[in-house]
């Protein structure tokens, strides 16, 4: 009894012992923010990522991929149906996308992903990643009339980040051949007035020639892989008529798209420092795709597609690397379609699992089904499993080197008991003079330790909970006092720092802090009970 | 000349047998006590008096359990105690043994009350000590109220003066109703009217509750009081003689 009453005595009068705990209280309080920040970004990777991966992912090796995609559905069903809740086919090549931004040509290496808009959304979460609230719904690869999001959907602001999207769709795509027909109309008008060309007229008209929207047909149809930016339209493309021959039948770009695609919107904006997106091209802008055409050796084509709408995963890899395009439109353009039985060829199925399904075992069951050596069959999890891995590492190594602190924080104790022991040699004496027992002395700095370590850790708890449930708002603080930005927009595309707090994650870091208090009061505590009662009567 | 008090037909309340105590410093070996017999009676109360370094507070020490002879015996109502486990030892000190030191030795932690119930705390685990706190708080209090601190009983020692905090050690020495006490130079410290105060008390405990005790002390007018009288010199018993 007298040991409970001792360490509460001496946890009131030695605020010293406390200074010693405030390193574990900071301790602890940094892993939980560390642990819950991490937690929370690695949970929204893995979201975005399996978002756009669906739960099993079944390929060929072959870049022309599979013949017959619904019979082989009809074999997956048959393999592994009750588990699986959705299928749908895929057709992924590499490919340049180039688009015009004013009067320059930016290129980007992408991939090229025909998905079947009917059923992708029924296996991964592509839908809810578009920025046309109709598309989210339904995904339509027809141009919109209007009514993009400003506003980020998946994590709403206040104002508006994307104030580009406003006019985005037809109303941007008829504004936009409206000014270039101004534009030449006054070029043409200068020129003949000029008399002979001058050389700024000349680079107006070979920028106003290589100009898509402008001018749909151009009769270059071959062009050389290497240079995709040079306006090329493969045959079958409809709009042959060249620019200084009237007759026939011209597109109307103001009333008619190309096939529509949805490009990842990392390809096409950036984020400025205050956190706006600013667009390089808009939904309704035409832009040209070199992709390889199916057989060997694949040779490259290039078609004129219209941007319909944005893909946003927020995984910046995704969203700066994917164009979709419907599967159709891919398959026939790059020679996926048998000729004969009109049948036509897949790289991959993407399948989305019933909930609780085992992942491991379909993709088991499916590999029994179909040959390795023709067939890739993985989950989201193997294919990102590099990744997720070394999140996994990093968040291990992070909490090693965390928990070093609160070690250290323990070396505070340690000295600090050492100290207590030593100014308390006398008191020692007499409770042994009184009959207390060795178990007894120790017992009462090993208390001592604990109460510490609970004070401290619960101090780290608060403290940690508190930052990581105010995160955001501490994070405006700190802009508001500093005026710098302590959480990029512009680097991350989150707008909110995710947090999770894992109650496992947050009882083993109170559990160890707690240990180490009571492990640094042990020396302490032994040699205290060591102490030879007479010698600890005459200490001064 | 020891021989009366040596051997008598009933056990002694506290007995030493030829105890021997050497303390080490290097290669220098210190003799405190050279072979001590003493012997204190039931109800008896002998002063221990001698020199600085005669090896008196040794020899309390000794008695007291504090510390364990390199030689001889110790004995408590005819029992051995010397060797006895460590627990044990802890435990006869908690229940038999009463001490009272020079320099009064309270916990400045805790108030005069609290510092008069220790030992009870120590001897009973948490759940015993909620069952009958109240009865031990209503001792303490009243002894404290019998020494004259009935208005001292939430000071902390800093705040008493040297005679109140050696009544509160005597009545924290007295809570557990021990068999002998032990006292090292009480009244070192204090003035001499607060001295005369404490010592009287003690006489009172051994007169009218028949409580045995050894002081010890350098002062021969103190050990006067005393019933009988031993004098150490150089670890050994050089008289021992009824006090006058």
């Not at chain 1, 439109?329 to 790059?334: D, E, P, V």
């Not at chain 1, 004496?429 to 009462?444: D, Q, S």
Request: hydrophobic letters at 45%.
């Amino acid at each position: 009894m007298y040991k409970l009453l001792l360490c509460w005595r001496y946890l009131r009068t030695r605020w010293i012992a406390l200074a010693s705990v405030i390193s574990v209280t900071l301790g602890v309080a940094t892993m939980i923010v560390v642990n819950a920040v991490m937690a929370g970004f690695a949970n929204e990777m893995q979201t975005r990522i399996h978002g756009i991966l669906s739960d099993l992912v079944f390929e060929s090796h072959s870049l022309s991929g599979f013949q017959d995609p619904v019979w082989h559905m009809e074999e997956i069903e048959r393999a592994a149906g009750d588990q699986i809740a959705g299928m749908t086919p895929t057709v992924a090549v590499p490919a340049m996308l180039s688009f015009q931004v004013r009067n320059q040509w930016v290129t980007r290496q992408v991939m090229f992903i025909g998905i079947d808009p009917a059923t992708h959304a029924q296996v991964s979460d592509f839908g809810q990643y578009l920025q046309h609230p109709a598309n989210r719904q339904q995904l339509s690869f027809d141009l919109r009339e209007g009514g993009y999001d400003t506003i980020d959907s998946q994590s709403p602001t206040e104002t508006p980040t994307r104030p580009a999207l406003e006019h985005a769709g037809w109303p941007h795509r008829r504004m936009r051949v409206e000014r270039e027909r101004l534009w030449k109309e006054r070029m043409e008008a200068q020129a003949d007035q000029a008399g002979p060309t001058r050389p700024v007229d000349q680079q107006v008209e070979a920028v106003l020639a290589a100009t898509p929207a402008d001018e749909p047909a151009n009769n270059n149809s071959e062009t050389a892989p290497t240079e995709p930016a040079t306006p090329a339209l493969p045959p079958q493309n409809p709009f042959q008529a060249a620019r200084p021959e009237p007759q026939g039948r011209t597109m109307d770009p103001a009333r008619e798209q190309f096939t529509g695609i949805v490009p990842g919107i990392g390809l096409a904006s950036f984020r400025n420092r205050e956190g706006i997106d600013q667009f390089l091209t808009l939904p309704g802008d035409d832009v040209k795709i070199t992709f390889p055409t199916a057989g060997t050796p694949p040779k490259a084509v290039s078609d004129t597609f219209t941007i319909v709408d944005f893909y946003e995963s927020k995984m910046s890899e995704y969203d700066s690397n994917f164009v979709f395009v419907p599967i159709n439109a891919l398959q026939r353009m790059r020679g996926m379609i048998d000729p004969q039985t009109g049948i036509p060829s897949v790289n991959s199925i993407q399948i989305r699992l019933k909930p609780g399904a085992n992942l491991n075992e379909v993709r088991d069951k499916l590999r029994q089904v179909f040959p390795a050596d023709l067939y890739a069959i993985a989950t989201w999890r193997d294919k990102q499993g590099p990744l997720l891995s070394a999140v996994d590492m990093e968040m291990a190594v992070l909490n090693i080197l965390l928990f070093l602190i609160i070690a250290v924080a323990g070396f505070g104790i340690l000295a600090i008991f050492f100290m207590i022991v030593v100014e308390k040699t006398r008191d020692i004496g007499i409770l042994k003079a009184l009959g207390a027992t060795a178990a007894g002395i120790a017992g009462i700095f090993l208390g001592y330790g604990l109460f510490l370590g609970l004070v401290g850790a619960g101090a780290g708890l608060a403290l940690g909970l508190g930052i990581t449930w105010n995160i955001n708002q501490i994070r405006q603080a700190v802009e508001w006092c500093t005026g710098a930005r302590v959480f990029d927009p512009s680097i991350y595309y989150f707008f909110q720092i995710p947090t999770i707090v894992n109650p496992a994650t947050v009882g083993w870091i109170i559990v160890g802090a707690v240990l180490i208090a009571i492990g640094s009061s042990v020396l302490p505590a032994v040699r205290a009970a060591r102490l030879h009662a007479v010698e600890a009567l005459r200490h001064e | 000349m020891n021989e009366p008090l040596l051997r008598t037909d009933t056990a002694a309340m506290l007995e030493t047998r030829q105890v021997l105590k050497r303390y080490k410093s290097g290669s220098t070996t210190l003799e405190v006590l050279r072979g001590v017999d003493f012997r204190l009676p039931q109800g008896g109360f002998t002063a221990v008096v001698g020199q600085s370094g005669s090896g008196k507070s040794t020899l309390l020490h000794l008695m007291g359990l504090l510390d364990a002879p390199d030689g001889g015996e110790v004995l408590l109502e005819g029992r051995r105690i010397d060797n006895l486990s460590a627990v044990e030892r802890d435990r006869l000190r908690n229940t038999a043994i009463g001490m009272v030191f020079q320099a009064y030795h309270l916990l400045p932690e805790l108030t005069a009350v609290e510092n008069v119930l220790t030992p009870l705390l120590i001897r009973h685990s948490i759940w015993n000590w909620f069952t009958r706190r109240r009865q031990a708080r209503l001792e303490a209090e009243e002894l404290l109220d019998r020494f004259g601190l009935a208005g001292r009983l939430h000071h902390r020692p800093r705040q008493l003066s040297g005679g109140e905090m050696q009544r509160v050690a005597i009545a924290r020495a007295l809570i557990t109703q021990p068999r002998v006490l032990l006292a090292d130079e009480p009244t070192g410290n204090l003035d001499e009217e607060s001295g005369a105060g404490i010592i009287e008390a003690l006489d009172e405990l051994n007169r009218d509750r028949g409580l045995s005790i050894v002081l010890v002390t350098h002062d021969a007018g103190i050990a006067r009081q005393a019933r009988s009288i031993v004098r150490l010199t150089a670890g050994r018993v050089e008289t021992v003689a009824p006090a006058a």
